[in-house]
């Protein structure tokens, strides 16, 4: 590039010479002279490097000379290929003319390891090796030592491939502490994998997922003494692996390879702790390999907040990759009404003080030379959750005024889950494989909750008061399937898959709601009181079935067709009846106004086609689906029916130019077509908070929208220098938006509405730099804006807000010694209202986190880190949030192996840990804090135990 800019700039000079001389004589001279000067600076440029590498090429074993070889000149500051070429008869080669510098001499021949070997040459230098020695590789299992000289890091393809003997770690490391060493991959305190400026979002033992998609359980519990390669890659979909048709899809994913005589045996780790206050924490867990069949257990018993694995659901059965690139997520699939009054999903989000109890079982193994493979899980948890929170909620009212609501809460949450999920595919010949996928899990959970809350005017005196409670059980299960059968035609990057799936789900319970509200006049006091007292029994059932069939028809080598059609059937049922307290307190009048019984019948044809061109530098994707849906709405206990029909659209495209293996630029494109949620749709008022009722809209129009995203990366491997940058833009009409009206009582009434004109957009810049062999920085951007409409009071608001984040890293590392990390983030935040132009919310936030661990004598390790979150008050939110989080842990090893480790530790040593969080909508601003874990000390105890090896894996 930098060539480039000069030539061009060159005939810019040229050309302006040429344009200010008149006289056509000095202009020819003039040009002869310049054209002179530049052909003297290319040649003495070209002749001014004299350096030369030389050698010959010979087997270990045989020392026959290995004709034909393939030797290559890489840059060592970005392994990009300089130059390369192959040995003569005699196993000799030759670069000449090579630029001063720093490079990597890699030579590989079919069967022999690889050999890499770093070279540093001035401007005349001359590399000469007569005897540059390869070695079988399988040999290379036989010898106890090999004398050659093995690359930490090496590129294969689009794969960079790290040698995890290279870098040392401690004895019983994990594989994290594995990762955190490798160059251009960072590991956060959450155990996030970010790698070449992304997120890691899998991580594959022996290419197969290991306990489902949690990574952190592979990298926290797996050792990393048992990894032999390190793989990251740009994983493409399984869809576009079948075909090799690249459809654009793909994920960061590292592959831990494990030793061949890591593949038999046992490993796991026993921790157990009491502290303060009642604090436990007890962890087991056990993997058993051998050969390809892996088995593993865990369990957890704590009150820390640790409540094992992520238990996010599985992303929706029935959609292939490519089908994605042509009809992304937000298609007319509606699921059932989730509304479940209690509010709580059943979730621990750092809210309250939990306890959980969980736990769950692996296996996968693979037979009949890999033609069929089964993994599955099963995954239990029992929770409880009690806790505090309060809500401070400004809103925002035309004619500049404003009101406020203050509401306390506390909660009684427990849940008992149980989920359960499998795959068994199977190669039934070379062409063709099926597929089967399912998953299923029981919910039953039971929830409490107190409110009491205050309306206050402008002038804050106090407009109502409610006391209320909610009392909920309910009963969620699901069932989800779906099976896949693929078939590669004869004509190569011909193929046909098929899909069918069913997704199910039933939710049923029943609760008990109680709400006494007192009505306040300025002057006189309580005007008036209302009661509600109220049992609600529910049942909400969603039952989905599709099929889908996508053929690919390759037009050349580089390009393809990619067509599908798909059918969906979707049946959705919600009931609920709400009776009042009658006589001797039982419940047995039907409130009419809060039941409802709503079916929802949907049907819908699609059909796409996509156009895909897959260069060796340039990549275009564009394609459109066409969905014709119908809709069948039955009001049951009002007798209204409605039926509606649509024609959707869901285009798509990207343009992806590769620059180099870690230098790439795309423009991506999705539209798509959303239907509302039954919650939306369905006519029912939501008295839950009888001073903020919400109604459905059976009349809602569905959505559409565009969103834009502008990629760039650029990684340099033995650097460690990574620019990744992303912008998006999105803008949706007929966003399903809300039409609020606050009554002089103060109680909410809100209404979904179809809007227009909302939009986001955002940028996020994030670069890295090794400074040392010992020091790492990293620096990010982040910014968003959002623009959101809405209705308040009937008037049209328009909320603008932006947030923007600076964050500079820096991480350092020595063997044995210390490792370091400080982190310091700013935030700036906006808001104002179009009916409140005078009335803005603007404030800082600011995070410095440090962390700190010494490696002492007598096998001793000290760990400290500090997190301080600085929150700006704002006229609105008056209160101190400040809050500074610093936690320390001293341990002891003990053994020749370091298995066995005993710590005390004290977290939150300051007492200051509560929760925050603030947000904006477009009618209103709010505020929530809660209660969570506070200052405890405990002392615990882990053993590592691990018994592996025992020969190679089995075939």
Not at 46 to 74: E, P, Y
Request: aromatic fraction near 12%; proline fraction near 2%.
């Amino acid at each position: 590039m930098f060539i480039i800019c000069l030539l061009s700039f060159s005939d810019f000079i040229v050309e302006f010479v040429f344009h200010n001389i008149h006289s056509p004589v000095v202009a020819a001279h003039m040009k002869k002279l310049l054209a002179f000067i530049i052909c003297l600076a290319v040649y003495s440029t070209s002749h001014a490097q004299h350096a030369k590498i030389s050698g010959q090429v010979t087997d270990t074993l045989n020392h026959v000379k290995l004709s034909n070889t393939v030797v290559a000149l890489l840059h060592a500051k970005d392994s990009i290929l300089y130059q390369f070429v192959r040995t003569g008869e005699t196993g000799a080669f030759r670069f000449e003319h090579i630029p001063a510098g720093k490079y990597l001499l890699m030579i590989t021949y079919p069967a022999f390891a690889d050999y890499v070997e770093p070279v540093t040459l001035s401007d005349t230098s001359h590399v000469h090796d007569d005897n540059i020695m390869m070695t079988l590789r399988s040999r290379l299992l036989q010898e106890v030592v090999v004398q050659q000289k093995v690359a930490a890091i090496k590129m294969k393809g689009d794969t960079t491939e790290f040698n995890a003997g290279s870098y040392q770690t401690q004895p019983n490391a994990s594989v994290e502490d594995l990762l955190k060493k490798l160059p251009g991959i960072q590991v956060d305190n959450k155990g996030q994998i970010t790698a070449q400026g992304q997120k890691v979002k899998k991580v594959l033992v022996d290419g197969e997922e290991f306990f489902g998609d949690d990574p952190t359980l592979v990298t926290k519990n797996l050792r990393a003494d048992m990894i032999d390669k390190v793989q990251l890659y740009d994983k493409k979909s399984e869809q576009a692996a079948f075909t090799g048709v690249d459809d654009g899809q793909n994920s960061k994913t590292l592959n831990l390879k494990l030793k061949d005589n890591k593949k038999n045996g046992y490993f796991g780790t026993v921790s157990t702790g009491a502290g303060t206050n009642g604090i436990h924490d007890t962890q087991a867990m056990i993997n058993m390999f051998k050969g390809k069949m892996k088995v593993g257990g865990y369990g957890f018993i704590s009150s820390t907040g640790k409540t094992g694995l992520t238990w996010d659901e599985q992303e929706k059965y029935g959609q292939s990759q490519v089908e994605n690139m042509i009809s992304p997520d937000g298609d007319d699939l509606i699921f059932m009404n989730q509304d479940e009054f209690s509010g709580w999903d059943g979730r621990y989000s750092g809210k309250g003080y939990p306890l959980s109890q969980t736990g769950g079982i692996h296996f996968n193994n693979k037979w009949n030379q890999d033609k069929q493979n089964f993994g599955g899980n099963y995954k239990f948890m029992r929770m409880y959750v009690d806790g505090n929170s309060t809500t401070t909620t400004q809103n925002i009212l035309p004619d500049n005024t404003t009101s406020y609501r203050r509401q306390q809460e506390h909660f009684n949450n427990n849940i008992l889950r149980n989920r359960v999920d499998g795959r068994y595919e199977m190669q039934l010949d070379s062409s063709s494989s099926l597929r089967l996928d399912m998953n299923a899990g029981l919910d039953h959970k039971k929830s409490n909750s107190r409110f009491l809350s205050e309306f206050l005017d402008a002038d804050s005196s106090l407009v109502n008061r409610n006391n209320r409670s909610l009392s909920v059980a309910d009963d969620t299960r699901q069932l989800n399937s779906n099976l896949l059968w693929r078939k590669k035609l004869k004509k190569k990057g011909r193929t046909v898959s098929v899909n069918l799936s069913e997704n199910y789900t039933l939710s049923d319970g029943d609760g008990v709601l109680y709400s006494f509200t007192e009505y306040f006049k300025k002057v006189t006091g309580i005007d008036s009181s209302a009661l509600t007292d109220q049992r609600r029994v529910f049942r909400n059932e969603n039952i989905n079935a599709s099929g889908t069939v996508t053929y690919t028809e390759p037009l050349s080598e580089l390009s393809s067709l990619v067509a599908n059609y798909g059918l969906t059937m979707t049946n959705s049922k919600s009931f609920r009846n709400s009776f009042n307290a009658g006589d001797g307190g039982k419940y047995d009048k039907i409130d009419s106004t809060y039941s409802n019984s709503y079916v929802f019948n949907l049907l819908m044809h699609k059909a796409g086609l996509a156009y895909m061109y897959n260069g060796k530098k340039l990549r275009i994707q564009a394609g459109n689906n066409l969905g014709f849906t119908t809709f069948h709405q039955d009001d049951v206990y009002h007798q209204n029916n409605m039926d509606r029909r649509f024609v959707n659209w869901y285009p798509a495209g990207s343009i992806r130019y590769v620059f180099s293996q870690q230098r790439r630029l795309g423009l991506h494109y999705n539209g798509y077509t959303q239907q509302p949620s039954m919650n939306q749709l369905q006519p029912l008022r939501s008295n839950d908070d009888d001073q903020d009722v919400r109604i459905g809209n059976p009349g809602l129009k569905p959505s559409f929208n565009n969103t834009f995203r502008l990629s760039y990366n650029d990684f340099k491997v033995l650097s460690e220098r990574s620019i990744w940058v992303s912008m998006n833009y999105s803008t949706t009409s007929n966003d399903f938006g809300e039409s609020s009206f606050i009554d002089e009582k103060g109680r909410r009434t809100t209404r979904y509405v179809n809007v227009n004109g909302n939009q986001n957009a955002g940028v996020n810049v994030n670069l890295g730099w090794k400074l040392s062999s010992y020091l790492q920085l990293s620096s990010g951007l982040r910014s968003n804006y959002y623009r959101n409409a809405g209705y308040i009071n009937d008037q049209l608001n328009v909320t603008k807000s932006t947030n923007t984040t600076a964050e500079i890293d820096l991480m350092g590392s020595k063997e044995k010694k210390y490792e370091h990390y400080l982190s310091v983030e700013a935030g700036y935040n906006t808001s104002r209202s179009s009916v409140q132009q005078s009335l803005r919310t603007n404030y800082w936030t600011y995070t410095v986190t440090f962390s700190e661990t010494l490696f002492l004598p007598w096998k001793f390790q000290l760990q400290t880190d500090v997190v301080c979150n600085f929150r700006q008050k704002t006229p609105v939110f008056t209160g101190n949030n400040n809050v500074i989080l610093w936690n320390a842990w001293l341990a002891k090893k003990f053994g020749k192996k370091e298995a066995l480790e005993l710590r005390a530790s004290v977290k939150d040593i300051l007492n200051q840990n509560i929760g925050f969080n603030r947000s904006v909508n477009s009618n209103f601003i709010t505020q929530n804090t809660w209660s969570a874990i506070s200052r405890y000390a405990m002392l615990s105890v882990t053993w590592n135990f691990n018994k592996m090896g025992g020969g190679a894996a089995q075939k």
